[in-house]
C-alpha cells in the first residue's frame, strides 16, 4: 500500500480533539490528535496526551507517511518528558509499556501463526516477530526496571507515610511488582526455546510463548490501570512528595 493511502496515519492527518485532565489541577485540556502535549490554561502545568501504539512504532515508512515535522512532533524529545512534572513522566512511561505490549502481543500471535503454515515466505515474519520479542525482554529488564525503582524507592515510601498503612494500595502494588518480574522470569524462559534464526519454530513453542505473554499482558495492563486511577490521583492530592532523582 501507498504510505499516502496509509489508513494508519488517519487520525495524524485528520486530527481530532482529546480532553485530557492535568494531573495538578484537574483541568480538562483539549489537546488534538496531531499533537503531543499543551500546557493546562490553568495552572500551567505541561499536559501530554496519553500514546497509543500506532504505525509511527513499527512502520519504515512513518516518517515519509506522516511528514517529518508531524512525525518529530508526535515523538516527545526527552527534556520535555523530564520538564513535565514526577506524575506525567510516570504515567508517559506507562503509555511506552502500554505500546511496547501491543508490539509484543501481534508479534506473538504472528509467530503462533507462522508456526503452523507451510509457507516459505512466513519465515521473515517469524523472524521479525522473535526480534520484537527480544527487544521486549530488552525493554522489561531496562525501562520497566527502571520504571519500578522510581515508584519503590522514591514514590511508594513518602506517599505511605500519608496513607494508612492498613488498606493502603501501597503494599498490593508492591505484590504485584514481584508477580510481574516471575512472570517476565517465566516469559524469558518460554522464548529461550525459540530458535535465533526463526527457522522451525515448534508450535508449541510458539503457543507456550504466546500464553505467557498474554498472561503478562494482561497483569502489567491491570497493573498501570490502577497506579493511573487509583494511585496518581494520590499523589497529586498530596503535593510536595517528588520522585528522587
Known amino acids: 500500500m501507498s504510505p499516502g ?5 488517519k487520525g495524524m ?17 483539549e489537546i488534538w490528535t496531531h499533537e503531543l502535549m499543551r500546557h493546562c490554561p490553568q495552572c500551567n502545568t505541561p499536559v501530554m496526551r ?3 501504539v500506532s504505525c509511527m512504532d513499527w512502520c519504515s515508512f512513518a516518517k515519509e507517511c506522516v511528514g517529518p515535522q508531524l512525525y518529530a ?11 513535565s512534572g514526577p506524575v506525567q ?13 501491543g508490539v509484543l502481543k501481534g508479534a506473538t500471535l504472528c509467530m503462533r501463526a507462522g508456526a503452523r503454515s507451510s509457507d516459505s515466505g512466513v519465515n521473515q515474519t517469524i523472524v521479525q516477530a522473535i526480534k520484537n520479542v ?8 531496562s525501562e520497566l526496571r527502571d520504571h519500578f525503582q522510581k515508584e ?10 500519608r496513607l494508612v498503612k492498613d488498606g493502603s494500595p501501597i503494599a498490593r502494588m508492591l505484590a504485584e511488582h514481584q508477580e510481574m518480574w516471575q512472570k517476565i522470569a517465566e ?4 522464548a529461550g526455546a525459540l530458535p535465533s534464526d526463526g527457522q522451525n519454530v515448534a508450535p508449541k513453542v510458539a503457543d507456550d510463548v504466546e500464553r505467557v505473554a498474554s498472561e503478562l499482558i494482561r497483569l502489567l495492563r491491570a497493573h498501570i490501570e490502577k497506579e493511573n486511577t487509583i494511585l496518581f490521583p494520590l499523589v497529586t492530592a498530596n503535593e510536595g512528595y517528588i520522585l528522587c532523582s
Open 187 to 190: 516469559f524469558k524462559k518460554a
Open 89 to 101: 513522566i510516570l504515567t508517559h512511561q506507562h503509555d511506552e509499556a502500554i505500546k511496547r505490549l
Open 13 to 29: 492527518k485528520e486530527p481530532t480533539p482529546e480532553n485530557i485532565k492535568c494531573s495538578q489541577c484537574g483541568y480538562e485540556v
Open 73 to 83: 512532533k508526535l515523538k516527545p524529545s526527552k527534556e520535555a518528558i523530564m520538564d
Open 152 to 161: 519503590e524507592e522514591g514514590l511508594f515510601p513518602p506517599l505511605e507515610k
Open 5 to 9: 493511502f496509509c489508513p494508519g496515519s
Open 134 to 141: 527480544n527487544e521486549t525482554i530488552k525493554f522489561f529488564d
Open 50 to 52: 496519553p500514546q497509543k
